[in-house]
């Protein structure tokens, strides 16, 4: 139930991330409003699973320079981890195109504060 919870959490960020960063946008698989769900979903499964075991590892492989920067190298991993997940969903078919690293970064940042907020709204239905 949690998942489910943060990957509708990540979506509804995803798409209001489009909305707000022009340089950040999601081309569903179809023109249809059920395809286009499904694919803001899709790719809140990628960037959860990106997320997860790449992000990971960055993290703790990139520790020494979160320490040195006092932890704004996040803003470029975050930023990287999105152009991973804009590349696998563009190998697949559909999904997240960004037009440069720069609003790659916006985007995440954009994101992260979005889907924080949402969380923040939806945290007491979670722990019930």
């Known amino acids: 139930m949690r998942f489910l919870l943060r990957v509708i959490i990540n979506a509804v960020a995803l798409w209001l991330t489009t909305l707000i960063?022009?340089?950040?946008?999601?081309?569903?698989?179809?023109?249809?409003?059920?395809?286009?769900?499904?694919?803001?979903?899709?790719?809140?499964?990628?960037?959860?699973?990106?997320?997860?075991?790449?992000?990971?590892?960055?993290?703790?492989?990139?520790?020494?320079?979160?320490?040195?920067?006092?932890?704004?190298?996040?803003?470029?991993?975050?930023?990287?981890?999105?152009?991973?997940?804009?590349?696998?969903?563009?190998?697949m078919g559909f999904g997240l195109h960004i037009d440069g690293f720069w609003w790659g970064v916006l985007g995440a940042l954009v994101l992260g504060i979005i889907a924080w907020l949402i969380g923040l709204v939806l945290r007491p239905l979670s722990r019930s």
């Open 21 to 91: 960063v022009s340089g950040v946008s999601v081309h569903p698989y179809a023109d249809d409003t059920t395809a286009t769900v499904l694919t803001y979903l899709l790719i809140a499964v990628i960037f959860g699973v990106v997320n997860a075991i790449v992000g990971t590892v960055i993290r703790v492989v990139a520790f020494p320079l979160y320490v040195l920067t006092l932890g704004l190298i996040s803003f470029i991993v975050n930023g990287l981890l999105l152009l991973i997940v804009a590349w696998i969903s563009d190998a």
